[in-house]
């Protein structure tokens, strides 16, 4: 298994878990308009630094370790909101903060009917087509909210390869990354395959691997990327890895938001997610010793964060401002 590369300032950068491990981010250092380009709407602020700054806010995201009731998927902690008064389009006050769904309250049907659930693998030549519907029913979920927020949502491509692809954001052998350079989520065909430690052990394998790619896209869109980048200059490689753990536990944070949506639309149950925990449990940090998307409790534990709650928002995925503890 190969390393994960550590970002360097003022070079292309590579954020992501390797080969083996399910989900990756590709960013490079691109010169960025407005965030995760006609759809690009960052405003220019105050950059914070690594540390924090006069301009984040002092509230701290409760970040809760709270397990379902067996057989009560639908479960959300009644915990109140954080506040909904960002401003700013940076990684900690960012307006996407203040978008969000009440459980179980979201469908992306078309007159074809509800999105599919299919279990891996399915056929290569089937694979992109399916992605992408996934992708569409998280744009329809998100558009409308975002908008209300000034964020104008495009709708990254799904692009399927077989082992290498090069890309907008370079030759990349991962199962899977976004690329914000192109806006694509990239997805190697083999990575489903029987035997593989990728999505392909969860029945729900699919949304749940494209629903944490496309929280990269949100974070591009609503300027946490490109605060993410400018953060990244100076620091050493302990600095680089907790930044990346950072950004990789917010999109888990944020696939945790849209299931919380749709939990009930997409007919998934409370074994999908223990399968889900599981995996969490298996692809971690303390498993491939990389540093860069944390261990199994933290992903656990943000995930329940954006999920477990009756208002599920893109506020409680703040991993910007809690102490290092928090994305370890």
């Known amino acids: 298994m190969s390393t994960a590369p550590v970002p360097r300032p003022g070079r292309g950068l590579a954020v992501g878990l390797s080969l083996v491990v399910a989900v990756a981010i590709v960013i490079l250092l691109v010169t960025v308009a407005t965030p995760h380009s006609a759809a690009r709407t960052e405003e220019t602020t105050p950059t914070p630094s690594a540390s924090g700054s006069a301009s984040e806010p002092s509230w701290q995201p409760m970040v809760p ?171 050493d490689r302990a600095g680089q890895l907790e930044l990346s753990r950072r950004l990789e536990l917010q999109a888990t944070c944020f696939q945790g938001v849209f299931l919380g949506a749709t939990w009930r639309e997409l007919g998934v149950t409370d074994a999908d997610y223990t399968d889900l925990m599981g995996w969490f449990a298996d692809n971690n940090d303390v498993e491939y010793g990389e540093g860069t998307h944390g261990s199994a409790a933290a992903m656990q534990r943000w995930f329940r964060a954006g999920f477990n709650h009756r208002l599920n928002t893109y506020g409680r995925c703040n991993t910007w401002v809690v102490a290092p503890a928090e994305v370890a």
């Open 65 to 235: 370790d709270v397990q379902l009731p067996p057989g009560d998927p639908t479960y959300r902690a009644d915990d109140a909101p954080p506040p909904a008064d960002h401003q700013q389009m940076t990684a900690a006050s960012s307006r996407l903060y203040n978008a969000g769904f009440p459980a179980n309250s979201q469908s992306c049907r078309t007159a074809a009917g509800k999105l599919p659930i299919r279990t891996p693998p399915i056929p290569d030549d089937e694979l992109a087509d399916h992605l992408q519907q996934i992708v569409n029913c998280l744009v329809t979920v998100n558009r409308p909210a975002l908008a209300a927020q000034g964020i104008t949502l495009s709708t990254p491509t799904v692009v399927t390869f077989r082992a290498t692809v090069t890309s907008a954001c370079g030759t990349q052998s991962r199962n899977a990354f976004y690329c914000p350079d192109d806006q694509s989520i990239y997805v190697d065909t083999l990575a489903d395959d029987p035997g593989k430690k990728f999505y392909a052990t969860v029945r729900n394998g699919y949304v749940n691997l494209i629903s944490h790619e496309f929280g990269h896209h949100l974070q591009l869109l609503a300027g946490i990327t490109a605060d993410y980048a400018q953060r990244q200059a100076g620091l």
